[in-house]
């Protein structure tokens, strides 16, 4: 699987009408947690082609997360969310196999406090975020 960057993301994503990190960031929580959902829906309609893309596409979305990350600036946190971007990705992995709706629901659970501490960064914040563009 490829690895994507933020800037590739962003020229070829739907959601790049994003203006600056921040909101591409939103952007990608919000695409990442809707393929997740949306691949739940296709495990309880046994749809396993759907399910398949739709992990896929969630997995190379936390790659994206995770190759966003600054860690000089962002230290033990920059460290901490990759872990947790690799466990999310070993459990895609696994509920892609295993077929398991509980496992996508762990990932949901553990992407939603980080999206939403994300989107709780106030404005005058965001512009020191340190992403590559």
Same mark, same amino acid.
């Given at each position: ?45 046994? !749809?396993? @082609?759907?399910?398949?893309? +739709?992990? *896929?596409?969630?997995? &190379? =979305? ?6 966003? /990350? !600054?860690? @000089?600036?962002?230290?033990? +946190?920059? *460290?901490?969310?990759? &872990? =947790? ?6 459990? /895609? ?8 709706? *509980? ?31």
């Amino acid at each position: 699987m490829s690895r994507l960057s933020i800037k590739t993301y962003k020229q070829n994503s739907v959601s790049g009408s994003a203006e600056n990190p921040h909101q591409l960031v939103s952007a990608i929580f919000r695409q990442l947690l809707g393929n997740i959902a949306a691949a739940k829906g296709a495990i309880t309609q046994n !749809d396993i @082609e759907q399910r398949n893309t +739709l992990i *896929n596409k969630a997995t &190379s =979305l936390i790659a994206v997360l995770e190759d966003s /990350l !600054d860690f @000089e600036k962002g230290g033990e +946190l920059s *460290n901490n969310l990759a &872990s =947790l971007y690799e466990y999310c990705s070993i459990l /895609l992995f696994k509920a892609n196999i295993e077929n398991d709706e *509980n496992k996508l629901e762990e990932v949901i659970q553990i992407l939603l406090p980080i999206k939403s501490a994300w989107d709780q960064i106030p404005s005058e914040e965001r512009n020191k975020s340190g992403f590559s563009n």
